[in-house]
């Protein structure tokens, strides 16, 4: 995670983009709704830090920060979409009966990405690694 506004604004720039204050506040809200938030929660924090921030213009800054390499979209079978600011190698892990989603970290995927290049031909332009179950929550209530 980009720890400081600063920090957030200088990557901002890195990629050739304005750093608006309604960037980092939505950049800013993506960590504070939780875990692997949907656009209403990130929308919902951001609009705690600036009132005025639209739907849209958190739709448009998550694509900017997808596009930049700053988080990671999350497509689900559902039609439902949420945003992972955790751009490092790890596992997601999805519970099936209650949706959550926990992060687990594991070997690093530089480790493996020369395997699927050199073995299966495969050139890497991305990794989203989910795994789906019940989680221990689930799993206690049965």
């Given at each position: 995670?980009?720890s400081s ?9 890195k ?23 949907n ?8 609009s ?53 989603i ?10 493996i990405a ?6 299966a ?22």
């Amino acid at each position: 995670m980009l720890s400081s506004r600063k920090e957030i604004a200088e990557t901002i720039r890195k990629s050739g983009h304005r750093a608006t204050s309604q960037r980092i506040a939505v950049y800013e809200a993506l960590w504070k709704a939780g875990s692997h938030p949907n656009v209403s929660e990130i929308h919902k924090f951001a609009s705690k830090t600036d009132p005025t921030i639209s739907l849209a213009t958190v739709y448009k800054n998550l694509q900017l920060f997808t596009e930049i390499g700053l988080v990671n979209e999350m497509g689900f079978r559902d039609g439902s979409t949420r945003y992972d600011p955790d751009v490092k190698f790890h596992i997601n892990l999805i519970c099936n009966k209650c949706g959550r989603i926990e992060d687990y970290d594991c070997i690093s995927f530089e480790e493996i990405a020369p395997n699927l290049n050199q073995r299966a031909g495969f050139e890497v332009q991305g990794h989203n690694f989910e795994v789906s179950g019940l989680c221990s929550s689930c799993r206690s209530q049965d």
